[in-house]
Each structure stands twice: as structure tokens, then as C-alpha cells.
């Protein structure tokens, strides 16, 4: 059974950081794609980052590109999102998700069928 527990969400300054992580067990499949989604309060859950686990490769929202960074430990399978100039247009509810699924669709939350419960990200004066 595929867990996944996020942390690492809180309060933080415009401009400011944050890293959240996400520990995943219970994966199977070597072919998958694992990242970060959102949810802002009156808005749709969107793709924010992932990582594909065959090659490594990086998706990332045009809004955010160039200031998150998403990260993996094979060793125990956890992934990072490391948030760097944070905007208030950041703060979301953030979830981790997986599914056996290519990186390519990390832009389209619904075909993720394993999700966290979901770390909240606040950023403001």
C-alpha cells in the first residue's frame, strides 16, 4: 500500500524559504512519477513539480520555475521541494502524489492516484 506523508509546511515572509518532504513507502514499481501539487482556497489543484524515478527528469510550473527545486533521496525515498523567494501567491495547501504514470503529466493532478493528506504553505507579511 502506497503511503505518503508530507512535512515541512508552515508561516514565512514574502522573499523567504521553505523545504517540504515527502516520505513514500509501499512503491512497487520502478516506473513512476512522484512530485508536488497545490491547492489554493477557491482554486483548482495544479501540478507544481515532479521527478521522474527511471531517468531523473524535472517538471516544473512556469510559475515556479527557477525558484523550487525538487529533489529525491533513493535511499529511503523521500522527495524535496525546496521553495526558495516565496510569493503570497504560493500559499496553498501542497500535496504530495504518485502514480505509475510518465513526468509528462504532472501538469494534470487527476491522474495521480496516490496522494498525502497535504502540508500547508503560508506566505505572508
Known amino acids: 500500500q502506497v503511503q505518503l506523508v508530507e512535512s515541512g509546511g508552515g508561516l514565512v515572509q514574502p522573499g523567504g524559504s521553505l523545504r517540504l518532504s515527502c516520505a513514500a513507502s509501499?512503491?512497487?514499481?520502478?516506473?513512476?512519477?512522484i512530485g508536488w501539487f497545490r491547492q489554493a482556497p477557491g482554486k483548482e489543484r495544479e501540478g507544481v513539480s515532479c521527478i521522474s524515478s527511471v531517468d531523473g527528469r524535472r517538471y516544473y510550473a512556469d510559475s515556479v520555475k527557477g525558484r523550487f527545486t525538487i529533489s529525491r533521496d533513493n535511499f529511503d525515498d523521500t522527495v524535496y521541494l525546496q521553495m526558495n523567494s516565496l510569493k503570497p501567491e504560493d500559499t496553498a495547501v501542497y500535496f504530495c502524489?504518485?502514480?505509475?504514470?510518465?513526468?509528462?503529466?504532472?501538469?494534470?493532478?487527476?491522474?495521480?492516484?496516490?496522494w498525502g493528506r497535504g502540508t500547508q504553505v503560508t506566505v505572508s507579511s
Open positions: 502524489a504518485t502514480d505509475s504514470i510518465d513526468l509528462i503529466y504532472c501538469a494534470y493532478p487527476l491522474l495521480f492516484g496516490y
Open positions: 509501499g512503491l512497487t514499481s520502478d516506473y513512476y512519477a
